[in-house]
């Protein structure tokens, strides 16, 4: 644990890189009201064709022996490929020139064309990060610049739908901007050009943890977003000058017993190397104690600081100028506040949700008084603590700010979980402040609970989408539409886990996560959507042969592409069913919802009458007949899901966009 060992070197385990992060909602801008550099690349005003140099053609003569300024040469790799959709591909620009007129060449990337908006890392580096939305051809464009000259190059690439899409998207999430490691590396290097925390002691000396150990530490299970066991400590030297050390395990016994650290997380909330007003400053560090610059938290991909830190702690990307970072380093973000109800806790005396109170409150009321706070998160503060000055010396989980009253349910069981710990960190309007202000974003929202694309980190979207707060949410909107949501078989596994308590029942999240993709075998029968993909396929054929007739040769190769699509998932599902995989599939969905109830009562009986290294062994166990029960299931499911997608792409109206 952190008071006993947060300086002890070497560390003992590497594991991944872990920031602190949780939810927002995709669409509405997370960590960057202007959101320089999320979404389509910004346009560069030019034309489509490569542009020539301005000294192209005849040369005039001239008295003067001064060199010739020529343009750069450029190099764009690849050239042309298919992609998988919702992955982040590496385009690299290569450029070369005469070192005229200032040796300095600038880059510019920009899309010329696609269906949809390409997801963008910064498009002032010489390499650019780039995911595709949707199906289609996506023309890319490259230019450089020496000060006088300009070249372009335009490369084509071409998203391809693949076999097994995650249910997770993986573009986007946890990372506005998908910068690379280059990103890292040069804010790491403005913040501390003299590398005094390269390391995690460097760290903890700098900020004075060395001398008497920090000032508070809370122990808690971070259930909310990450899911690790957490000792979360603070040197607080002024209102301007503090730190928080975060360091993170597989679970709350690691944390207690000093064991097995996975990384650490710090916040620095000091001045730049220059001096000015104190800012937020992020460093991240593998189990070794080693400075690292970036983690993959949700299985697709390592993103990297700090744009991994702006998704929760708000804030925006700053340019990168021949490798400096721009603004100091200071990219305006903010500190998160402790919220007790996303937590969880153990029994272990000392350990508790009561023996913890205490320095949860000491960190809220240094997150409180930082020069770095949001209203909207000093307003929630207060409100957990009974108003300013913060007199109650427990956290009220049932607070409601005033401006939510009218629509308290909606506050507690859907946006506090889910969406209040990244927004409150944002500028207004998508702090969501009040509930008019929140109902104002229905459509954007709507749109985003019809694509599946928030919350922003991996298990706080996976809690969402397994429980019923999508249906709320959706019936709370302004003029809502019905969106389709795993209810029945979700909300099993949430009574499960309401029943269950264990050390740690976080476990559970993941058997509700199975059980939204096994609701889908319960509303969606195979046989009719076989029925629906063979009409669908009839009824794109006549509409080719009316193109055919009309002469309307790209929606033709449009049509053909879906008929093709869906022919091929028809006859895997086909095969699938004359397999009996189907019957298999319903079988063990049958026996899964009667071993429930004799699963659900072995535990408690058993956790009626156990404590300590007990409870964590029936906690094991039942993690293991859980996972039993559901595993076959996967593959299955897949299965639905891409005829499902595929149905719904291949029912999009046929005809050229803005027709």
């Known amino acids: 644990m952190l008071a006993r060992g947060i300086l002890t070197s070497p560390f003992s385990a590497v594991g991944a890189v872990l920031p602190v992060v949780a939810c927002g909602l995709t669409a509405l801008g997370c960590g960057s009201s202007s959101g320089s550099h999320y979404g389509p690349p910004p346009s560069t005003g030019q034309t489509t064709a490569p542009i020539r140099s301005a000294n192209s053609g005849s040369v005039a003569t001239t008295t003067s022996s001064a060199p010739t300024n020529a343009a750069p040469t450029l190099d764009v790799s690849p050239q042309a490929s298919v992609l998988p959709l919702n992955q982040a591909h590496l385009l690299t620009a290569t450029a070369t020139d005469d070192g005229l007129p200032a040796g300095t060449l600038t880059y510019a990337w920009s899309q010329v064309s696609g269906p949809e908006a390409a997801w963008f890392s910064l498009p002032t580096l010489p390499e650019l990060r780039v995911g595709l939305p949707a199906e289609g051809t996506y023309v890319i464009r490259c230019e450089v610049s020496d000060g006088e000259q300009t070249i372009a190059v335009e490369v084509q690439l071409e998203g391809k739908e693949i076999e097994e899409v995650p249910a997770f998207p993986e573009v986007g999430f946890l990372s506005r901007t998908l910068v690379g490691e280059e990103a890292g590396k040069a804010y790491y290097d403005t913040l501390d050009p003299d590398g005094e925390r390269d390391t995690l002691d460097g760290f903890l000396r700098v900020n004075g943890f060395d001398q008497g150990g920090p000032d508070v530490e809370a122990v808690y299970f971070n259930a909310g977003d990450l899911g690790f066991g957490r000792a979360m400590s603070a040197k607080v030297i002024d209102n301007n000058t503090m730190a928080f050390v975060t360091t993170n395990h ?25 001096g000015g007003p104190s800012f937020t400053k992020f460093f991240v560090y593998d189990g070794n104690g080693e400075r690292v610059t970036g983690a993959d938290l949700d299985g697709h991909g390592t993103k990297y600081v700090p744009d991994l830190c702006i998704s929760c702690h708000g804030g925006e990307a700053q340019p990168i100028v021949n490798g400096v970072y721009g603004n100091g380093g200071d990219i305006g973000a903010r500190l998160l506040p402790f919220d007790a109800q996303t937590f969880e806790f153990t029994n272990r005396n000392g350990f508790t949700r009561a023996d913890q109170e205490a320095p949860l409150k000491e960190l809220n009321e240094a997150v409180y008084n930082s020069p770095v706070v949001s209203d909207t998160v000093k307003e929630l503060i207060e409100g957990w603590y009974g108003g300013p000055g913060l007199p109650l010396d427990t956290q009220k989980d049932d607070f409601v700010p005033t401006e939510w009253v009218k629509e308290t349910e909606l506050y507690l069981e859907v946006y506090a979980p889910s969406c209040r710990t990244c927004h409150a960190n944002m500028d207004a309007p998508l702090d969501f402040a009040t509930s008019d202000v929140f109902l104002a974003h229905s459509p954007k929202i709507q749109a985003e609970l019809e694509k599946r694309t928030m919350p922003d980190s991996r298990r706080t979207f996976e809690a969402f989408w397994s429980s019923p707060r999508p249906a709320l949410l959706a019936a709370s909107l302004t003029n809502p539409t019905p969106v389709t949501v795993p209810l ?172």
Do not use: C, K, Y
């Open 250 to 274: 597989a679970n709350l016994n690691d944390v207690i017993n000093d064991a097995d650290e996975i990384a650490t997380v710090v916040m620095e909330i000091t001045p730049g190397p220059n």
């Open 488 to 659: 029945g078989l979700p909300q099993v596994a949430v009574e499960v886990e309401r029943e269950i308590e264990t050390d740690s029942a976080n476990f559970l999240l993941d058997v509700r996560v199975d059980f939204a993709g096994l609701a889908e075998v319960a509303v969606a029968d195979p046989q009719d959507m076989i029925d629906a993909a063979a009409a669908r396929i009839t009824e794109l054929g006549q509409q080719r042969q009316i193109l055919i007739n009309e002469g309307r040769g790209l929606l033709v190769q449009d049509v053909d592409e879906r008929i093709d699509d869906l022919d091929r998932r028809r006859d895997r599902m086909v095969a699938w069913l004359n397999d009996n995989t189907l019957a298999q599939l319903q079988t063990q969905q049958a026996q899964l919802m009667d071993d429930w109830d004799d699963l659900l009562d072995r535990a408690n009986r058993r956790l009626a009458n156990a404590n300590g290294r007990a409870r964590g062994q029936v906690r094991d166990e039942t993690r293991f007949n859980i996972n039993n029960l559901v595993n076959n299931l996967r593959g299955g499911v897949r299965r639905l899901q891409q005829l499902q997608r595929s149905l719904h792409s291949a029912s999009a109206p046929v005809r050229p966009a803005g027709e």
